[in-house]
């Protein structure tokens, strides 16, 4: 099967339904003008301020930090864990790689476990079974914007003095027992990737819970100075503190991003109503066992994707296939991480994959974006593969 990218040829074609598109409000070209007005575009400026403002008043926390990807946000946030030689972290293999990644670049051994198949969300039994006296830090992925099950995780983590970093990378604004995803654990990692409900291209943001961190955090995204307390006018000049990287967004980026978290919510309310044409018109392939679908059960989730599963493999392609006969771009999804030649020598797999491969193998994501009017369309070419 050839590889379902999200770049697409047929992109100029008016009946082609793409995987993406990055949304754009309305609102971001007259704060880019303001940018250009001031000439200010190195981060942290105005914007960027006003982002990290936004962020730590609507979720609640002590600091937000914007960066310039969900991936460096992980990566401070692994940082701030304070990692070793030794230290383990658990985590799930069906994630993208940056998760893996930041905790790997410390120099900790990775341990993955399986998912549940119903969310695709990490399993809390296989990490209560993960644990070990090395382990320091939980690593939980909300996926698809559906919150893991936090209440067993968060038990987990305080039994053995565990560090809680969500990659919320999907999941703004969504819940789990109405807290948002993102300031239950420790850090919460976001991304505004492109492909993202809230996007500036690429950037991301890390939220923390803990004042303690937050000083430290500041050194580290500003290449490990204090030169966020000299901008304050609290040190008469920045000196190298700690060690750090260039993690700051720029200002035409920042610019960008609160246009859209400022419609957050209506892009929320948008996809959301898109995700339900999906569940209303694919349910009964689903209750006809013909299929699978999402089921985010009571949580509060975002809307951010919508993903199906066939019954194996084979199927998928032919299913991919269709759909690409008929102008729609579906994906499938991660390769599981235990098994790639990065997750074999930095990491080990914790118990059984019971579901991670095969439900890996399974998975197929539908396309959905913000304004995007399409799921009649494509649910009744899911129902063409299978009853013809």
């Not at 008016?14 to 880019?32: C, H, K, L, Q």
């Not at 008469?236 to 200002?251: F, K, L, M, N, T």
């Not at 399409?374 to 593969?385: K, N, S, W």
Request: glycine letters at 8%; proline letters at 5%; one cysteine or more.
């Amino acid at each position: 099967m050839k590889p379902h990218s999200f770049s697409d040829p047929r992109l100029g074609d008016p009946d082609f339904v793409p995987f993406n598109r990055p949304a754009i409000v309305g609102t971001e070209r007259a704060n880019i003008e303001a940018v250009f007005e001031r000439r200010k575009f190195a981060g942290i400026g105005p914007f960027g301020h006003r982002c990290n403002s936004w962020l730590a008043e609507r979720f609640g926390v002590p600091a937000a930090l914007l960066t310039t990807s969900g991936t460096h946000a992980l990566e401070l946030a692994a940082l701030l864990c304070d990692l070793g030689p030794g230290d383990e972290v658990i985590l799930p293999s069906f994630t993208f790689p940056s998760t893996a990644t930041a905790f790997a670049r410390c120099g900790a051994r990775l341990v993955f476990v399986d998912v549940d198949p119903l969310t695709m969300n990490i399993d809390a039994s296989a990490v209560a079974d993960a644990v070990t006296p090395r382990t320091r830090v939980l690593a939980v992925v909300h996926y698809g914007g559906v919150s893991c099950d936090m209440t067993s995780l968060a038990t987990i983590a305080d039994q053995h003095e565990l560090l809680v970093v969500e990659d919320a990378a999907h999941a703004i604004f969504s819940e789990a027992d109405g807290v948002p995803c993102g300031r239950i654990g420790d850090f919460g990692c976001f991304s505004f990737h492109e492909t993202k409900n809230v996007q500036c291209g690429e950037g991301g943001a890390l939220l923390i819970k803990d004042p303690r961190f937050v000083e430290r955090a500041e050194i580290i995204v500003e290449k490990g100075t204090d030169r966020a307390r000299f901008q304050r006018g609290e040190l008469s000049q920045y000196r190298w503190q700690d060690i750090g990287s260039s993690y700051v967004a720029g200002e035409l980026a920042a610019a960008f991003l609160l246009a859209q978290l400022e419609a957050g919510d209506m892009i929320t309310r948008d996809r959301l109503r898109s995700w339900s044409e999906y569940e209303s018109a694919l349910s009964p392939l689903a209750r006809a066992g013909r299929i699978e679908i999402a089921e985010p059960r009571d949580r509060t989730h975002n809307g951010h994707l919508f993903w199906m599963k066939a019954s194996d493999e084979a199927e998928r392609a032919a299913l991919l296939d269709h759909l690409a006969h008929r102008k729609i771009h579906a994906t499938t999804h991660y390769l599981p991480l235990h098994s790639s030649p990065a997750g074999l020598k930095f990491g080990r797999f914790s118990g059984i994959d019971a579901h991670t491969s095969r439900e890996a193998d399974r998975l197929v994501r539908l396309p959905m974006y913000f304004g995007f009017r399409e799921a009649q369309r494509v649910a009744a070419a899911i129902h063409e593969f299978y009853v013809g």
